[in-house]
């Protein structure tokens, strides 16, 4: 590695020089390494290619931030290793750590990493009192205060000088969640940190003073107030038309835009890793949305061993997408993206095989193999929102009438699922959301002080349009430890609005071990089997 420029002293940038040895890396005989001798490296946005991509669940079609960038991007290499021999990885600006796209056997694994000044920015309140709070900014979130309004930037790009982004308290306040460290709970309270401003004074020592027009003691002492602009304008990790890739053994301290995200790829393993924020830093976030999120995957994902603490979001989610049928000619369905986070990526490839199902009930209707598509291509701003596919036969008459009472999904990327050995903590919304039919087992996972359930199982053709189904599904062996009174332990809940049947087939929960509260609640699942669960 160093051969090629990178600076283990964790000094110079390194972006170009590591780029410069995946390519080298490619042109080898395979298997292939890419190997860090061990020490610090820094990477900027400003050195690394910019790559225009469409990614799930993020900002979707906005051409804004229709360009990515990466720290180690892969792209049509097979038999790859990038080992970072435990060093430690520094990411500055609005900057994704890797991208594995239209690659085969690829193992990221080995290394620390971090963003230098993360768009989420953790308060601490050390003092309360009439009117007013105090509170601690991390090292690694630069501020300005002027004329008694408080922002919040990057650290400097050394190539120019300025900031990667700037942003006042009302803009990154948008997404606010609070952090008990001493719990370790975390919640979205409405209570906004910054509510009836008066004026934030700089005290010195990265300490502010906020004061406010109501004279009462406000409350939070001792709370992390976790602050975030909510555009997810990347992912930390994408892998995309990709084939057995591997995650494993990294200290992922920041997870920038959207965890790691798999989509319409094949076998994915994500192991041994620990998703935690450095607390020494003062920072509790360690994932500005989610931890992990696979849409559209086929084969199997395996998601086992890691630790999951301090998202924004949920730590894991996996699902498809439904897409609205808009109108039907002959054999040829024409569809829409119906999600704004999610858009200009293809849906379909030839050969694959759809299911049609009834967006009230979510019953399907038919099925049939695709034999042509138009659309988007994921690598282009042509057709971001709307597709055709062509199928080998006849469109049920019902959808020809009625097209717009009815989805499509791709079943073809449908995964089987194994999370196993995972602890989940710090989490305000829920640890995992599973909908898939390929047959999936959640087992010997830890799940401590979620604020919502700890295991959702939903499917929606109205909302967030993923899909789809659950066939079969066993829950067991799990530690639920302080579950949330306001939430079941496991919610099953597809979002049907007709409940002629079920949308899931056999869900088994059994064997778990639950600090009170209501293990499950659920509807829409034809064999639901429940026994041998323990109430501490």
Not at 331 to 336: I, K, S, V
Not at 460 to 488: K, M, Q
Request: aromatic share 8%; glycine share 10%; hydrophobic share 40%.
């Amino acid at each position: 590695m160093t051969e090629f420029g990178a600076d283990r002293s964790g000094i110079a940038d390194s972006t170009a020089a590591v780029a410069a040895a995946i390519e080298a890396a490619g042109n080898l005989p395979g298997p292939r390494q890419v190997v860090f001798p061990t020490g610090t490296y820094r990477f900027y946005p400003d050195r690394a290619v910019p790559h225009e991509l469409y990614l799930s669940n993020t900002v979707g079609a906005d051409p804004a931030f229709r360009d990515k960038r990466f720290a180690l991007y892969v792209e049509g290499i097979d038999d790859l290793t990038i080992d970072g021999q435990g060093s430690r990885f520094e990411l500055h600006g609005q900057l994704g750590l890797f991208a594995v796209i239209g690659s085969s056997r690829v193992t990221i694994t080995n290394f620390e990493f971090d963003q230098v000044a993360p768009r989420i920015v953790d308060l601490t309140v050390i003092e309360t009192g009439p009117g007013y709070r105090v509170v601690t900014v991390p090292a690694g979130s630069p501020y300005v205060v002027e004329s008694g309004q408080l922002s919040f930037m990057t650290d400097p790009s050394p190539y120019d000088g300025t900031p990667y982004w700037r942003h006042s308290t009302d803009v990154l306040g948008v997404g606010q969640q609070v952090f008990d460290p001493v719990a370790g709970l975390a919640s979205r309270r409405p209570a906004w940190l910054f509510e009836n401003l008066v004026s934030v004074t700089d005290l010195g020592e990265r300490r502010l003073r906020i004061d406010y027009r109501d004279e009462t003691t406000p409350d939070g002492l001792g709370m992390v107030y976790s602050l975030r602009e909510v555009t997810r304008d990347t992912a930390a990790g994408f892998i995309w038309q990709s084939k057995s890739v591997a995650v494993t053994n990294l200290k992922a301290r920041y997870l920038h835009g959207f965890g790691i995200l798999g989509q319409f790829s094949e076998d994915i393993v994500v192991e041994g890793n620990e998703f935690v924020a450095d607390r020494s830093t003062g920072r509790i976030a360690a994932a500005f949305a989610d931890f992990v999120q696979m849409s559209g995957v086929k084969g199997t994902i395996t998601i086992v061993g890691n630790t999951f603490d301090g998202a924004h979001d949920d730590a894991i989610n996996i699902h498809g997408t439904y897409l609205p049928v808009t109108a039907v000619d002959g054999r040829t369905l024409h569809l829409r993206y119906a999600h704004n986070e999610t858009a200009g990526f293809p849906q379909f490839h030839f050969g694959d095989e759809l299911e049609i199902v009834n967006r009230a009930s979510l019953r399907a209707v038919g099925q049939a193999v695709v034999t042509a598509v138009t659309g988007p291509t994921g690598r282009d701003s042509r057709s971001l929102t709307t597709m055709s596919i062509t199928s080998d036969r006849d469109v049920p008459a019902e959808v020809a009438t009625d097209p717009d009472a009815f989805a499509v999904e791709n079943i073809t990327y449908t995964p089987a699922v194994r999370i196993a050995g995972n602890t989940f903590r710090n989490i305000p919304t829920r640890g995992i959301l599973l909908t898939t039919r390929g047959r999936s087992v959640i087992e010997d996972n830890v799940f401590d002080g979620l604020d919502m359930a700890s295991i959702f199982i939903s499917g929606d053709a109205s909302s967030w349009y993923e899909s789809g189904p659950v066939h079969d599904l066993t829950i067991r062996r799990n530690v639920f430890r302080r579950p949330s009174p306001n939430h079941p332990v496991i919610l099953i809940h597809p979002e049907n609005t007709v409940t002629d049947e079920p949308v899931h087939e056999t869900i088994r929960i059994e064997d778990n071990t639950y600090e009170g509260g209501v293990l499950v609640e659920a509807k829409g699942v034809r064999n639901l089997v429940v026994g041998n669960n323990l109430v501490l």
